[in-house]
């Protein structure tokens, strides 16, 4: 059974930045494509950023140009740098993968809250 640990989230300003790591306890690679997911208080569970099998990352057009995913697969680890912070990215943030089928039990998710 894999397992997912989100980390990395805090209180940031608008305008800062954070980096959030999510470790794989597990083969990483039979969960790919990953992706990181965003629920917003009230809000239904998203799909930010998606880190593909090959090729170019995909982001939801509220991130782009501001998040970026990325992974160490030596580490079983994924990342996501969010930058240019806004009060809209609050919001709880989980790791799995994209394909329903593959997917891991949802971790704790990791908070971040972007207010002055």
């Known amino acids: 059974q894999v397992q997912l640990v989100e980390s990395g989230g805090g209180l940031v300003q608008p305008g800062g930045s954070v980096r959030l790591s999510c470790v794989v306890g597990?083969?990483?690679?039979?969960?790919?494509?990953m992706g990181w997911y965003r629920q917003a208080p009230g809000m239904e569970r998203e799909l930010v950023a998606t880190?593909?099998?090959?090729?170019?990352?995909i982001y939801a057009d509220s991130v782009k140009g501001r998040f970026t995913i990325s992974r160490d697969y030596a580490k079983n680890t994924m990342y996501l740098q969010m930058n240019n912070l806004k009060p809209d990215d609050t919001g709880v943030y989980y790791c799995?993968?994209?394909?329903?089928?593959?997917?891991?039990?949802w971790g704790q998710g990791t908070q971040v809250t972007v207010s002055s």
């Open positions: 597990g083969n990483i690679f039979s969960m790919l494509p």
């Open positions: 880190l593909p099998q090959t090729g170019s990352s």
């Open positions: 799995n993968s994209v394909v329903s089928s593959r997917r891991a039990a």
